[in-house]
Structure formats: C-alpha cells, structure tokens
C-alpha cells in the first residue's frame, strides 16, 4: 500500500527565515510526487516532480526529488507571513489514477 | 478561466439524514476525484471517474457513501443515514489530462450534529 509520511508535522519560524520541509514516500511503482498549499480549504498546486535531482522553482519556493531514497524537499526562502499555511506532499503511482497525500506540514510564519 | 466549484460550502444536517454534496469540476477534466479531510489530516481518497464511470472506488468507507457522474461532467457525492464521524471537509479535484496535474474545489464542510 503506498505511504506519504511528511515532517516535520508542525513548525513556527519568524519572517525572513529559510525552511525545509520534508516528504517521504513509499510506492510500488512510481510516477510522480506532487506538492501543495492548502490555507483554508482548496489545495493549491504547487510543484510536481518526476525525475531525480532535476529541481522546480517558482519564486521563493522550490523543490527537488530523490528517486533512490525516496523523498522530496520543498524550501521556503525569505518566509513571509502569507507562506503561512498547511503543505501537501501527494504521490502517484503508474498502476491507477488514484494521489495518496501525506498528513501535511503546518507551517506558522510570525511576523 | 473557471475553476472547480463545489457546493454548498457548509453543510449542517443531523444524525440519521441524507446529503448531497456536488463538484462542477473545470471543463474538459475527464478525471474527477472525491476526497475527504478530517481535521489535520491529509485528504483521502474516496472515489475517482474517468467520463461517467467510477474508475476506483475502493476509498468508500462503507455502503452509506456513494458518487455518481451521469453525464461526465458534475458529479455528487451521497451519504445516506449520515453519522458524526462523517463530519469533515469534502473536497473535488479535477485532473489535467495534459499535465497529469489535479486541481481542488474549495470543498463542502459537512457537519453531522
């Protein structure tokens, strides 16, 4: 059965800090690990990642995957206060259509 | 353009009641997902269409829940007999087949007193 497990599972930083939050996974077959940030109900995507070492980048954010120990890193440059939400680490695999998600990260930014 | 929407947002009904919760997802998603979050948990998978059919369903709780597409399009989830611990956020995602991306509504949150 695949499994998302995501750490750490809450943290508090202050604006201006740089953070790492971490997604590791367990999958039979795997075709994608996919990212998002959900501040009240809607999850909003954010990055997805297929190949190893290769990494995305949008602005302050950016991600990067490893296939052969399995997990992906989201980093959060210069936090501002609106980064404040909970981060989604989602995973796909090749036999069905079906995204398992991880717990999430709580990410608190103080002013 | 337009988004997935879901409604109603909130949803109170009390023990024993049926609901109806509906996804308009973005236009020309085949793929739709229903998903379910509880308080400070990650969503889970209920059921995913491809077009009209229930391509997987296995994330159904129990009999009480079921989803229908008909025309491919708007979809509703129906939970009969509803009990407390259905209370959570019901979310709807509507994947990109060009991008292999999925995209959220804003989820219904359904309280059973």
């Known amino acids: 059965e695949d499994k998302v497990v995501q750490s750490p599972l809450s943290l508090v930083v202050h604006e201006g800090d740089t953070v790492t939050l971490n997604c590791s996974y367990e999958?039979?077959?795997?075709?994608?690990l996919l990212w998002y940030k959900q501040e009240k109900k809607a999850p909003t995507f954010l990055f997805m990642l297929?190949?190893?070492?290769i990494e995305k980048k949008s602005g302050r954010l950016s991600s990067i995957l490893d296939k052969k120990e399995l997990f992906s890193i989201l980093n959060i440059t210069a936090t501002q206060t609106g980064d404040s939400a909970v981060y989604l680490c989602?995973?796909?695999?090749?036999?069905?259509?079906?995204?398992?998600f991880g717990p999430g990260t709580r990410l608190s930014v103080l002013p | 353009g337009a988004g997935v929407s879901q409604t109603p947002s909130n949803k109170v009904t009390e023990k024993g009641k049926y609901v109806e919760l509906r996804c308009d997802p973005i236009?020309?998603?085949?793929?739709l997902y229903w998903y379910r979050q509880s308080l400070g948990q990650g969503p889970e998978f209920l059921i995913y269409?491809?077009?009209?059919?229930?391509?997987?369903d296995s994330g159904l709780p129990n009999d009480r829940f079921f989803a229908v597409r008909p025309e491919g399009s708007v979809s509703t989830l129906k939970i009969q007999r509803t009990e407390r611990g259905d209370s959570a956020v019901y979310l709807c995602?509507?994947?990109?087949?060009?991008?292999?991306?999925?995209?959220f509504g804003p989820g219904t949150r359904l309280t059973v007193l």
């Open positions: 995602a509507s994947r990109d087949p060009s991008t292999d991306t999925q995209y």
């Open positions: 236009s020309g998603h085949t793929a």
């Open positions: 269409f491809q077009g009209t059919g229930a391509a997987d």
């Open positions: 999958v039979t077959n795997f075709r994608s």
């Open positions: 297929t190949s190893s070492g």
């Open positions: 989602a995973v796909k695999d090749n036999y069905g259509q079906n995204f398992v």
